[in-house]
T-cell receptor
Framework: EDQVTQSPEALRLQEGESSSLNCSYTVSGLRGLFWYRQDPGKGPEFLFTLYSAGEEKEKERLKATLTKKESFLHITAPKPEDSATYLCAVQAMNYGQNFVFGPGTRLSVLP | GAVVSQHPSWVICKSGTSVKIECRSLDFQATTMFWYRQFPKQSLMLMATSNEGSKATYEQGVEKDKFLINHASLTLSTLTVTSAHPEDSSFYIC????????????FGPGTRLTVL
């Protein structure tokens, strides 16, 4: 069965303490993997799209990487404003244009 | 670019009434729009997909007669929750896709529905 999981469920970091969030997927025919950031009470904000294993994308303190089974969102020297829920979504052949979302990782960065 | 708006941002209604939520793509034409529902501390659950000028495609378990979706133009989709009940209280979020060449979905800010 197609599945998207994320770990850890929640993560608390001190400001400046780098870490990585994981998104693992088991789908047939990956068409794309997407990372979003969601603040409480708001809609998800698009961060990155990854299409093939080995691909990397960077934006400010965030870097997303992709392998054949998982994606990592690396956060370098995070700041309190990076606190949010990070969602990954997968688009696969079986689902056409639809996304399958993971449960998310709630990140808290303490000053 | 790629801005999606929703209106209203929150609504409180009495049980049995209908509520309409609008989703607009402000700076691009959205060939496809998606409606999601999100419960507290849970991820997004796809309710339906709509293409401009076509009937919406509903996910399994979503009542199409209760959640009416209209995608009348390339910049506007509406979700009407008919005869709302307290269990329909949730956070409803729409997203839009610019076209077949674009895989990304851009999300609106969401609408908080509370049914008393």
């Amino acid at each position: 069965e197609d599945q998207v999981t994320q770990s850890p469920e929640a993560l608390r970091l001190q400001e400046g303490e780098s870490s990585s969030l994981n998104c693992s997927y088991t789908v047939s025919g990956l068409r794309g993997l997407f990372w979003y950031r969601q603040d409480p009470g708001k809609g998800p904000e698009f961060l990155f799209t990854l299409y093939s294993a080995g691909e990397e994308k960077e934006k400010e303190r965030l870097k997303a990487t992709l392998t054949k089974k998982e994606s990592f969102l690396h956060i370098t020297a995070p700041k309190p404003e990076d606190s949010a829920t990070y969602l990954c979504a997968v688009q696969a052949m079986n689902y056409g244009q639809n996304f399958v979302f993971g449960p998310g990782t709630r990140l808290s960065v303490l000053p | 670019g790629a801005v999606v708006s929703q209106h209203p941002s929150w609504v409180i209604c009495k049980s049995g009434t209908s509520v309409k939520i609008e989703c607009r793509s402000l700076d691009f034409q959205a060939t496809t729009m998606f409606w999601y529902r999100q419960f507290p501390k849970q991820s997004l659950m796809l309710m339906a997909t709509s293409n401009e000028g076509s009937k919406a495609t509903y996910e399994q378990g979503v009542e199409k007669d209760k959640f009416l979706i209209n995608h009348a133009s390339l910049t506007l989709s509406t979700l009407t929750v008919t005869s709302a009940h307290p269990e329909d209280s949730s956070f409803y979020i729409c997203s839009a896709r610019a076209g077949a060449s674009y895989n990304e979905q851009f999300f609106g800010p969401g609408t908080r529905l509370t049914v008393l």
